[in-house]
C-alpha cells in the first residue's frame, strides 16, 4: 500500500526572531534597533505576516496528507521522501535553499510578503495552497523543469545550485588553480584570480546578472529552463606564470569546466551558502557543469 502525499512545508527564522533569540526580549530587541534609528513594529509585523502565511498554508494541506515543516537551518538534514510535495513559504532565495536537497519532487513557491519579494520563485500566495497542493500531483499541472547546476570534485564530494556555484579561496586570498574547458576545444591556463562563477538561467536574476552587466558581456545570458550555463572568472591576474585568455564563457549540456586547485585550500559553495561547501586542497580537482537533475517549480 503507497504512503499517502506529505506536504513538506520549507520556511525561515524571521529577522524579528532572530534579533529576540540575540537579545533576550522584545523589549530589547527594541531598545537595540532604536539605538540605531529603526523601529521594531514593522520587523514584528513582518514577522506576523510570515507566521500567517506559514499557518494558512498549513490548514490548507488535504486531511488525508500527512505533513511536516522544516527550517531552513534543518534542510542539510531532513530526509525527503519521493511522495512529498514541497512548498516554501518565504522568499525567492528560500527556494534555491531548498533546491540541493530534492530529487525531483514538485515544488509550490509561496510569497509570505507579497511586495518585497520579486517572485521569481515564490509566484503563488497562502490562498493559492488549497488548490495548488493537490493539481502538483497531477500530470496536467503546467510545471517549469529549472536548470540546476552542479560541481564534482575526484573524491566523490558533489555540490548542486539553483542560481550559482562560486569558486575560490576563504576571505580575500587569491585563488591559484589550472582552469580547463571540456567539450570546446579542451583550452587549458593556469590563472590566479578572485575565484570562478558559474550560473544557471535562474541565477541570470542575480549575482550572475551582476557580473555579465559589468562585464558588458555579448554573452547572452541563460533562460532558466534552458539547458546551458555561463560562466565568468573574477579579476584574473596576468603574470608570467597565470594568464587571463579564458575569462567567460557558456557551457552547454554538453561541456564542463575543470579546475585543479593550485592552492593550499579552495571552497566552492552554492547559492551563497558557505556553510555547506566543498572543501578542495592542492592537486584535488573538480568539474562543474549542467546538472542532470532539475527543479520541478509548479507555474
Known amino acids: 500500500m503507497s504512503l499517502a502525499p506529505r506536504a513538506v512545508l ?29 523601529d521594531i513594529a514593522e520587523v514584528a509585523e513582518r514577522h506576523q505576516r510570515a507566521r500567517r502565511a506559514l499557518a494558512e498554508v498549513a490548514s490548507a494541506v488535504p486531511l488525508s496528507w500527512r505533513q511536516s515543516q522544516v527550517e531552513r537551518s534543518d534542510l542539510h538534514r531532513f530526509l525527503f521522501a519521493p511522495e512529498d510535495v514541497v512548498v516554501v513559504v518565504g522568499q525567492d532565495g528560500l527556494v534555491a535553499n531548498a533546491a540541493k536537497y530534492l530529487a525531483g519532487q514538485p515544488v509550490v513557491g509561496i510569497d509570505a510578503d507579497p511586495g518585497r519579494n520579486t517572485g521569481v520563485l ?28 552542479e560541481a564534482v570534485a575526484d573524491d566523490t564530494q558533489r555540490l548542486v545550485a539553483l542560481n550559482e556555484i562560486y569558486l575560490g579561496a576563504t576571505g580575500h586570498q587569491t585563488a591559484r588553480y589550472r582552469l580547463g574547458l571540456h567539450g570546446d576545444g579542451g583550452a587549458v591556463e593556469t590563472q590566479a584570480s578572485s575565484g570562478v562563477l558559474v550560473g544557471t538561467g535562474t541565477g541570470a536574476t542575480g549575482w550572475l546578472r551582476s557580473v555579465w552587466q559589468e562585464r558588458a558581456s555579448r554573452l547572452t545570458l541563460p533562460s532558466p529552463t534552458e539547458d546551458r550555463l555561463l560562466w565568468f572568472v573574477r579579476e584574473a591576474w596576468p603574470s608570467p606564470a597565470t594568464g587571463t585568455s579564458l575569462v567567460a564563457g557558456e557551457l552547454p549540456s554538453s561541456a564542463a569546466l575543470s579546475v585543479t586547485v593550485e592552492s593550499d585550500r579552495l571552497t566552492a559553495f552554492g547559492d551563497g551558502i558557505e556553510s555547506d561547501a566543498l572543501e578542495l586542497t592542492w592537486g584535488q580537482t573538480v568539474r562543474i557543469g549542467v546538472c542532470g537533475q532539475r527543479l520541478r517549480l509548479v507555474g
Not at 10 to 38: I, M, P
Not at 122 to 149: N, Q
Open 122 to 149: 515564490v509566484r503563488h500566495r497562502p490562498t493559492d495552497a488549497g488548490t495548488l497542493l493537490p493539481a502538483a500531483l497531477t500530470r496536467s499541472t503546467c510545471v517549469d523543469e529549472l536548470t540546476m547546476v
Open 10 to 38: 520549507v520556511h525561515r527564522t524571521s529577522e524579528y526572531e532572530e534579533l529576540v533569540a540575540r537579545h533576550g526580549t522584545h523589549g530589547q530587541a527594541a531598545f537595540f534597533l532604536a539605538s540605531r534609528g529603526r
